[in-house]
C-alpha cells in the first residue's frame, strides 16, 4: 500500500470531477468550411434548448455524481479505443473485475448497474454494457451513485448515464486504424452533421486481438483468447417544431471470444482417469468458445413548452449468449460437458415529465414499462456415475429447454422544494411491481435528498433511499437440479429456492469543497442494509452468470475525491474503502458446495467481489502550437485485492475469507495533432499499458461463484492513426 501511495503521489492531489479540465480546443475541432452544408442558426438553438430541458427533466438532486467529458476519454489511458467499462474505472468507488463481461464493482456492488442514453433506461442483456457499448459515441457521462432520487429504480449500485455525440454539434468525422500488442488491429470511424432540421451521428469498429477474455495464468501471452468485436452505433435527431423533436437510436454488436486455455491441467477427479476416454488430453488445446450478439433501438419523442417538460420512448433489445464446450476435453478434465444457449428479449416504454410550480417547486414525474423474455436451451453431457462418483458407462447428453417471463412496473413522484436560497429538499417516492415466473413482489420506496450550499465553495449532501431490486431475470438458472442425479453433474445439494427480490435501505452524506488554485476535494460516505442481498456469480464453464440471495446483507464505505487544474494541466486521484458482506443463501443453494452452505447459514462472509481499498489517479497535459498540439497523459488504478477462499487454523475452508495480493496498473499515452487543413487533422497517438508489466491476479480461481484464475494484462504497446475531417 505505501509503494503504491508514493507512485501515485507524483500525479498530484485528489479528484472528484476530472470533468472540470476541459482543455482548449484541439486543431481538429475547427469551424467547417464554407464548402459544407450550413446548418440553420435556429435549428442550432433549438436543439440547444431542448437538450438543456430534457436535462432538468431527471437531474441527480442529492446523490453523488461523477462527469466525464469527451476531453478526459482522449486523455485516457487508450483513448476511444478503451473497454467502455475502463473509462468507468476512473470514478470513485469502481473496482475492476472480469473482463470477459465488462465487470465492474460500484460501491461494493456485483453489477447492478443501470445504463441510460439520454435519459432512455437500456434494458439488460446477457453481457454487460462495459463490453457493449464503444466510448466514441459519448458526448459526455456521468456515473451517479448513493441515495438517487424517484426516478431511478431496480438497478441503483450506480446510473451511467451517457450523453451521445450530436451532427449539430459535431459536425464533422474520423477515421481510425488501432493496432499493437496481442495480435491487434482495431478500425473504426464515425461520422456526424446536419441538414436543416435533422442531425446524425454514426459510429462503428471492428476489433481483433488475442487478449478477449483474460489470462489465467501468469504468462505475458493467454492461450487460446482470440476474439472478434463488431459494434455499431447510430442517434438521428428531427426536431418538429420550435418544442419538440424526434429522436431514433440503434445499437448492434456482435462477438466472438475463445476461452482461455491452462497448460498441464491434471485429469478432474470426477471422472477421474475414466476408461471411456482412452488416452491422455492436452489442457493446452482444448477449444471452448462463447458468441455473443446485442441488439437495441429507441424512439423518443421529447416536448419543452413553457414551465412543462416531458420525454416518451418506447424501446426494444435483444440479447443473446451461447457457449460451446470442448467436449472431449471438459469430459476428460471436468467429467461435464455443457452447451448453453441463452437469449434474452425485452421491450418497454418510458416517460418522465416535469412541471415549474411555483417559484420555490419542480415538480417531477413518471413511469417504466418492461416485458422480458428469456430462452434457455442446453445440451449437458454427462457420465452415469455410482455412489463413489466413478463412471458406471458411457456419456450422454440430457437437454432442457426452458421459457421464463418477467415484467417490471415503476411509476415515482417528487417535488424539488428551494426551501431557501442556500437549501434546496427533493423529497418523493416511487412504486415498484415485478411479476415473473418464479417470484411476485413490489414495494413503495420514499427517497429524501437535502443539498445544502453552506458556503459558494462549500456543499453538504445528505439521503435516504429505500431500494427495491428484482434478480436480473438473464442469470435466473434454469436448471432443474433433479434431472442430474446420479451423473457427473449431479449436486450435492438439491434444494432450489427461487431467487427473490433484495429490499434496501441506503444512507449517504457528503461533502465537496472547492479551494484556491483549481484544487476541489470530495468526501463521501454511505451504508446499506439489506434483505435477500443479491449477488452473482460463474459456477460453470460458461461466461453466464448466475444470481442467488443472501439473506441479509450490509454494505459501507467512504470515498475520498479530488482534483487539481491550472492552465493546460490537469490531475486526479480517488480512494475509496468498501466493505460488502452476506449471511446465509436463501435461494439456487444447488450452486454451493454443502461444507459452505452449512457455514454461511450462521457466519457472515465478504462477498466475493468485495475490495477493501480501490484507487485510480491520473494527469496530463497539452502543449498548443500553431498548426498542431501535443497531449501526455498519465493514470493509474491500484486495488487492495478481490475475495478467495482462505483456511482456519483447524483447516476448515471460510468462504471468501481472504484476497488475491494487491496490485497497481500504470498507463500512458502521448497523442500529436497536426492540422492539414481547415477541416482535416492528423492525429497519431501511442499507448503503453501497464508500463512497468506488473504481474497481477484479479481471481485466483477460488471464491464464491468464481470458475477460474484471471490475471490481468501485461506489458501492451499501442499505436493509433486517425484522420478527423
Known amino acids: 500500500m505505501k509503494t503504491t501511495f508514493c507512485i501515485l503521489f507524483p500525479f498530484l492531489i485528489i479528484n472528484a470531477s476530472f470533468a472540470q479540465a476541459k482543455p482548449d480546443t484541439n486543431p481538429s475541432d475547427t469551424p467547417a468550411s464554407t464548402d459544407e452544408p450550413v446548418v440553420k442558426l435556429e435549428e442550432f438553438v433549438i436543439s440547444d434548448q431542448l437538450d438543456r430541458a430534457r436535462e432538468s427533466i431527471m437531474p441527480s438532486l442529492g446523490a453523488s455524481t461523477f462527469t466525464i467529458d469527451r476531453a478526459q ?4 489511458a487508450l483513448g476511444d479505443n478503451a473497454p467502455f467499462s475502463q473509462v468507468i474505472l476512473r470514478a470513485p468507488g469502481v473496482a475492476q473485475d472480469s473482463a470477459a463481461n465488462g465487470d465492474l464493482h460500484v460501491r461494493g456492488e456485483h453489477a447492478n448497474l443501470q445504463y441510460r ?21 459519448v458526448g459526455n457521462m456521468q456515473l451517479i451513485t448513493g441515495s438517487l432520487p424517484a426516478q431511478y429504480g431496480f438497478r441503483t449500485a450506480g446510473i451511467v448515464d451517457i450523453k ?20 491487434t488491429v482495431r478500425t473504426s470511424f464515425e461520422r456526424a452533421g446536419a441538414d436543416g432540421k435533422m442531425s446524425y451521428f454514426v459510429d462503428g469498429s471492428y476489433d481483433h486481438n488475442g487478449i478477449g477474455i483474460e489470462n489465467p495464468t501468469a504468462s505475458a501471452t493467454p492461450l487460446h483468447d482470440v476474439s472478434d468485436q463488431g459494434k455499431a452505433f447510430t442517434y438521428l435527431s428531427y426536431i418538429l417544431d420550435s418544442t419538440s423533436r424526434l429522436s431514433v437510436m440503434g445499437s448492434a454488436s456482435d462477438s466472438t471470444f475463445q ?4 497448460a498441464g491441467l491434471p485429469a478432474g477427479t470426477s471422472p477421474n482417469g475414466n476408461p471411456w476416454l482412452a488416452g491422455s488430453f492436452d489442457s493446452a488445446i482444448l477449444h471452448e468458445r462463447q458468441d455473443e450478439q446485442n441488439y437495441y433501438g429507441v424512439v423518443a419523442y421529447q416536448k419543452a413548452a413553457g414551465d412543462l417538460n416531458f420525454q416518451m420512448a418506447g424501446y426494444g433489445r435483444y440479447s443473446g449468449a451461447h457457449f460451446i464446450p470442448d467436449t472431449t476435453g471438459d469430459l476428460y478434465f471436468n467429467g461435464v460437458a455443457s452447451d448453453v444457449d441463452r437469449t434474452i428479449s425485452s421491450v418497454g416504454l418510458q416517460g418522465d415529465g416535469s412541471d415549474q410550480v411555483g417559484d420555490h417547486h419542480v415538480v417531477r414525474a413518471g413511469f417504466m414499462l418492461l416485458a422480458e423474455t428469456l430462452r434457455s436451451a442446453s445440451t449437458t453431457t454427462v457420465f452415469p456415475v455410482d455412489s463413489d462418483g466413478n463412471p458406471t458407462g458411457p456419456a450422454y447428453p440430457i437437454a432442457e429447454n426452458d421459457r421464463l417471463h418477467a415484467s417490471f412496473l415503476g411509476a415515482y413522484l417528487q417535488d424539488e422544494w428551494k426551501v431557501a436560497p442556500t437549501l434546496t429538499l427533493n423529497y418523493g417516492a416511487r412504486f415498484d411491481a415485478y411479476s415473473s415466473s418464479f417470484d411476485n413482489e413490489g414495494q413503495i420506496s420514499p427517497r429524501v435528498n437535502f443539498i445544502y450550499q ?24 434454469a436448471t432443474t437440479v433433479a434431472l442430474f442425479n446420479g451423473t457427473s453433474n449431479a449436486s450435492p445439494v438439491a434444494q432450489d429456492d427461487p431467487v427473490k427480490a433484495e429490499r434496501s ?24 442494509s439489506a434483505r435477500n442481498q443479491l449477488d452473482d456469480g460463474l459456477f460453470g464453464q460458461s461466461l453466464i452468470l448466475s444470481a442467488f440471495n443472501y439473506r441479509e446483507g450490509r454494505v459501507y464505505g467512504v470515498e475520498f475525491s479530488g482534483s487539481y487544474t491550472s492552465g493546460d ?21 444447488f450452486l454451493f458446495d454443502p461444507a459452505d452452505l452449512a457455514y454461511v447459514r450462521n457466519h457472515w462472509i465478504f462477498l466475493d467481489h468485495d475490495q477493501q481499498f480501490s484507487a485510480s489517479a491520473g494527469a496530463a497535459y497539452t502543449w498548443k502550437h500553431s498548426r498542431a498540439s501535443t497531449q501526455l497523459a498519465i493514470d493509474a488504478i ?8 482462505a483456511t482456519d487454523s483447524l483447516g476448515n475452508t471460510i468462504p471468501n475469507g481472504g484476497s488475491v495480493p494487491s496490485y497497481y496498473s500504470i498507463n500512458i499515452g502521448v497523442e500529436e495533432s497536426f492540422r492539414l487543413s481547415l477541416r482535416k487533422t492528423l492525429k497519431v497517438r501511442l499507448d503503453v499499458v501497464n508500463i512497468t508489466d506488473q504481474v497481477y491476479e484479479l481471481r485466483d480461481g477460488s471464491g464464491v461463484g468464481v470458475n477460474a484464475a484471471q490475471y490481468g494484462m501485461r506489458r501492451g504497446i499501442f499505436g493509433t492513426l486517425g484522420l478527423a475531417f
Open 259 to 262: 476461452i482461455p486455455n491452462t
Open 164 to 183: 451521445t455525440k450530436s451532427g449539430q454539434f459535431d459536425n464533422g468525422g474520423e477515421v481510425e486504424l488501432y493496432g499493437g500488442s496481442y495480435d
Open 569 to 589: 494541466f490537469t490531475s486526479y486521484l480517488n480512494v475509496a474503502r468498501s466493505n460488502a458482506q452476506g449471511q446465509d443463501w436463501t435461494s439456487a443453494q
Open 454 to 477: 453552506m458556503t459558494p465553495a462549500t456543499t453538504i449532501h445528505a439521503g435516504y433511499a429505500r431500494y427495491f431490486t428484482p434478480p436480473p431475470l438473464e442469470f435466473v438458472s
Open 505 to 528: 435501505n441506503y444512507l449517504d452524506v457528503g461533502i465537496t469543497q472547492k479551494l484556491p488554485h483549481g484544487i476541489q476535494i470530495g468526501l463521501d460516505s454511505y451504508y446499506k
Open 117 to 137: 442514453i439520454n435519459n432512455v433506461l437500456l434494458p439488460e442483456g446477457l453481457s454487460g454494457f462495459g463490453l457493449e457499448l464503444d466510448p466514441r459515441f
Open 638 to 645: 491500484y486495488g487492495s485485492g478481490l475475495r478467495n477462499d
Open 73 to 76: 476519454i482522449e486523455l485516457g
